[in-house]
């Protein structure tokens, strides 16, 4: 993986991981709640979904690219018109409160387990996002080797991060992260994304 195309995957995760949701929510809560240490449970929730979904992911386009070069560049496609759609549906939703969250029941680290398994980054959206990054002339495996890491340390990061301000400012972070222009920019970030790579891709089948 050349420099150039993980920085450019690198500053998609950046804003994959950081476009408030519920994830970030439950970070937050757990951050105002419980304090920052007893909280780093969720963010172990979170990454143990980040793993399990990115390793169905990377099988998934590995799938892909032995069944069908077609295929692939059909996933491709599909991917770049999911980030659109996600980046639509992010402005239209943008003014809408804060989601709730089920009542806290059972463990910290199940509940965000349940809570990011069921987030609409599901792992179909995973797959679509990572299948703009794959180069299927080069080995699956070590691409992902780099990928990988990269992913789950800026998830690290994102949801750290959204913890410590929920245990440093309370229910101010709530307003701060769910912001409407906060979110309205990081929806037109997802259609930038999702544009530019379905325009990659095109120029590469001219």
């Known amino acids: 993986m050349s420099f150039e195309a993980w920085t450019i995957f690198a500053l998609f995760w950046v804003v994959f991981v950081t476009t408030p949701g519920p994830n970030a929510l439950n ?26 979904f990115l390793v169905l ?11 069908s070069e077609t295929g692939f560049l059909m996933a491709k496609y599909i991917g770049a018109a999911w980030l659109i759609w996600l ?16 009542p806290k029941t059972g463990s910290i680290y ?26 299927p002339s080069v080995p699956i495996w070590e691409q ?9 340390f800026l998830t690290t990061l994102s949801y750290c991060g959204f913890t410590a301000l929920g245990a440093g400012i309370g229910r101010a972070a709530l ?32």
């Not at 992911?57 to 069944?67: C, D, F, P, R």
């Not at 199940?110 to 398994?117: D, H, K, P, S």
């Open 57 to 67: 992911s990377a099988l998934g386009v590995t799938a892909l690219i032995a069944a």
């Open 87 to 102: 980046g639509i549906k992010g402005l239209i939703y943008a003014r809408k409160p804060v989601p709730k969250l089920p």
């Open 175 to 206: 307003g701060a992260v769910f912001n409407v222009w906060v979110r309205r920019a990081m929806a037109a970030c997802f259609i930038v994304y999702g544009v530019l790579l379905g325009s990659t891709n095109m120029g590469k089948t001219a």
């Open 144 to 152: 992902m080797s780099v990928i990988v890491p990269t992913a789950l």
């Open 27 to 52: 970070c937050i809560t757990n951050g105002m709640q419980l304090g920052f240490v007893r909280s780093l449970w969720g963010v172990a929730g979170i990454l143990t979904q980040a793993t399990l």
């Open 110 to 135: 199940m509940r965000a387990l349940a809570i990011a398994v069921i987030n609409p980054k599901s792992v179909a959206g995973y797959l679509a996002a990572f299948s703009q990054f794959v180069d």
